[in-house]
C-alpha cells in the first residue's frame, strides 16, 4: 500500500501540533503477523483506515503476512508498519524485496518520532534479511524517506501481470527502494514487481 495522495506507505508528522504536557509510556513492538491476536490486527486495521482515506481490503491484505512494527502509548495502538517479502526483477536477477506497507501514525500522535522508530525496526530487517527494501511514496512522505536514505528509482516500472509484463507509468516517480550492503542497483534501469490484487506498486 503505497503513501497519502496514491495509497501511502506514510505519513508527514505535523510539526505544528502541540506538545503533550506530560510524559507517556511508549512501546515498539515488532512480530509476525501470525503473533498477532485479532484484537491488536482490528485497531491496526482501524488505524490505517483513519490515516488513509482511500484504503481497500486490498490494501490491508497488502500489509498482511511478514513483521509488523506497532507503537503503542499507554496501551493504545497508535502507530502501525510492516514489512512483507516481495520479489523484485532487476538486471536478469529475481531480488528478494522487502516490501514497506501501511505505515501511518495516528493524527494527534504524529511529529514526535514515532514513525521514524518504527523505521528503524523495519529498515533493519530489510538490511539483514533482504536484497533490498522498496515502498511507494507520495510526494509529501518523499523528504522523509530520503532523509533516512531511502533512493528515488528514477527507470521505468514494470508488473509482471497474469497477461505478462506490463508497464506500470503512472507509479514512476514514486516508488523508492533501499539497497542491502551486498546489493548493486542501477537506479536508471527498469524495474519490475511480482503481481498481486489492488496496487501493484
Known amino acids: 500500500m503505497p503513501s497519502p495522495d ?12 502541540a506538545q503533550p504536557t506530560t510524559p507517556r509510556r ?10 498477532l491476536d485479532p484484537a491488536t ?4 486495521r482501524v488505524l490505517l ?3 488513509f482515506d482511500d484504503m481497500t481490503a486490498e490494501d490491508w491484505e497488502h500489509a498482511l503476512g511478514g513483521l509488523h ?12 508498519a510492516s514489512v512483507v517479502q516481495r520479489r523484485l526483477l532487476h538486471d536478469g536477477r529475481a531480488l528478494r524485496c522487502g516490501y514497506v506497507e501501511g505505515v501511518g501514525v495516528r493524527a494527534d500522535r504524529r511529529g ?27 510526494d509529501e512522505a518523499a523528504p522523509f524517506y530520503a532523509a533516512r536514505g531511502w533512493q528515488l528509482w528514477r527507470g ?10 506490463r508497464r506500470t507509468a503512472d507509479e514512476d516517480g514514486c516508488i523508492y527502494v533501499l539497497a542491502a550492503p551486498a546489493t548493486s542497483l ?16
Not at 6 to 17: F, L, S, V
Not at 41 to 44: D, E, N, R
Request: hydrophobic residues 40%; charged residues 25%; negative net charge.
Open 49 to 51: 483506515h483513519d490515516v
Open 156 to 165: 521505468p516500472s514494470w508488473a509482471l501481470t497474469p497477461d505478462g509484463i
Open 26 to 35: 511508549t512501546d515498539v513492538r515488532l512480530a509476525h503477523t501470525a503473533e
Open 112 to 138: 514526535r518520532g514515532h514513525g521514524a522508530a518504527m523505521m528503524d525496526a523495519l529498515e533493519r530487517v530489510i538490511r539483514r534479511g533482504y536484497d533490498l527494501g522498496a515502498l511507494g511514496a507520495a
Open 186 to 201: 542501477d537506479l536508471d534501469t527498469d524495474l519490475t514487481c511480482d503481481w498481486r490484487d489492488g496496487d501493484v506498486w
Open 41 to 44: 490486527l482490528k485497531a491496526a
Open 6 to 17: 496514491r495509497r501511502p506507505t506514510a505519513t508527514m508528522p505535523h510539526m505544528t501540533e
Open 69 to 80: 512494527a506497532l507503537v503503542h502509548e499507554d496501551g493504545a495502538l497508535i502507530g502501525h
